[in-house]
Structure formats: structure tokens, C-alpha cells
């Protein structure tokens, strides 16, 4: 399920071309100071780096699947290369469905609530405060597209892969009217 998810992805994702919408480096990657990693860019994209590559190993040595994939010792390499390529091609499909979130949004979304506040009024102004624009009404809709009481502080990965794909597959099957579905 989880590679067909991936293969949908990739495939929505040049068909519906979604405007790419976060720059490559914010000010945060060069200060440090930013709401959601506080810290330099380097070492830190060395860390992402080898973090794809560890989970591809980490797959094949500690999985309780793994075990189960091979029949015999010459398949190891395989499934163990294939998942490390997989798990890359799973990031970089993150990469895009995040990019495709607007910066604002984006980071309504993965800052802390401590940073953020507890309404959208708040949440709106903190992240205007980051120097990106979002109302409170952006933040109201985007959450009500998804059928979601809220999108504030909704911090790690999954969130903000989910409400990316949702607006990938919108614009690939079944319009707006399918986005909380998606």
C-alpha cells in the first residue's frame, strides 16, 4: 500500500505540475533560529543524509519483514538496496508535498504551540511575525478542505505530508471536493 501511495505521488505529481510554493533556503537554514529546527544547516543536512541511507539499512537488518521477503542469502542485496532507494524516493516525495504547502501554512503547521498560540488569530500572527503571510481565514479553510477541526501545531512529518498529497491528488483526481478524502 505504502509503495502504490509513492507511485500515485510520483505520478500526480508531474501530471498536476503544483506550484511549488517554499523557497529553497529560508533565512532560518543560515541563522539557526528557526521555529520548527533550531540550529545551523550544516551539520544537519549531513544528519538527513545519512538518516535515508541508515533507514534502508536499518530495513533490512531489523525488520520482522525482512526476514520474511528473502528465501535465500543472494536476494539480501536486493531487498536491501531497494528499500534504501525506496525510502529516498519516499523523501523526496515528502519534499514535494511539503513544498507544495504554502510557507506559511507550512509553518502554522509544524511550529510548536508554544510559539503559535491556541487560535488561529494567534497562530496567523506568529507566523506573520516569521515573516510569512497567512489570516486566520487561510488557516480555517485549509483545515475545513481536509476536515480537520484544526491544522495549528500539528508538528512531525505526517501531517504535513498528508495535507500536501491531499492537495496533490485534488488537482490530479476528484478536485477540491476530494481533498479531505485524499
Known amino acids: 500500500m505504502k509503495i502504490g501511495t509513492i507511485v500515485l505521488i510520483a505520478s500526480a505529481s508531474p501530471s498536476t505540475a503544483p506550484p511549488l510554493r517554499t523557497t529553497a533556503f529560508t533565512d532560518f537554514a543560515f541563522n539557526g533560529e528557526g521555529p520548527v529546527f ?73 511550529a510548536p504551540a508554544g510559539v503559535l498560540g491556541p487560535t488561529v488569530e494567534t497562530a496567523a500572527e506568529a507566523v506573520r511575525n516569521m515573516g510569512f503571510v497567512i489570516t486566520p481565514e487561510d488557516l480555517r479553510a485549509a483545515a475545513a478542505a481536509v476536515q480537520e477541526e484544526t491544522l495549528i501545531a500539528r508538528t512531525g512529518g505526517a501531517p504535513t505530508l498528508a495535507v500536501g498529497i491531499s492537495q496533490i491528488f485534488s488537482g490530479f483526481l476528484g478536485g477540491a471536493a476530494l481533498q479531505a478524502f485524499w
Open 38 to 110: 533550531a540550529g545551523s544547516l550544516f551539520p544537519f543536512v549531513f544528519i538527513i543524509i545519512a538518516c535515508g541511507a541508515l533507514s534502508g539499512f536499518h530495513s533490512l537488518i531489523s525488520s520482522g519483514t525482512t526476514p520474511k521477503m528473502i528465501q535465500k542469502e543472494t536476494q539480501v542485496r536486493m531487498i536491501g538496496y531497494g528499500s534504501m532507494l525506496m525510502e529516498s524516493f519516499v523523501a523526496i516525495m515528502a519534499i514535494t508535498a511539503a513544498c507544495v504547502l504554502t510557507p506559511g501554512l507550512y509553518f502554522a503547521m509544524n
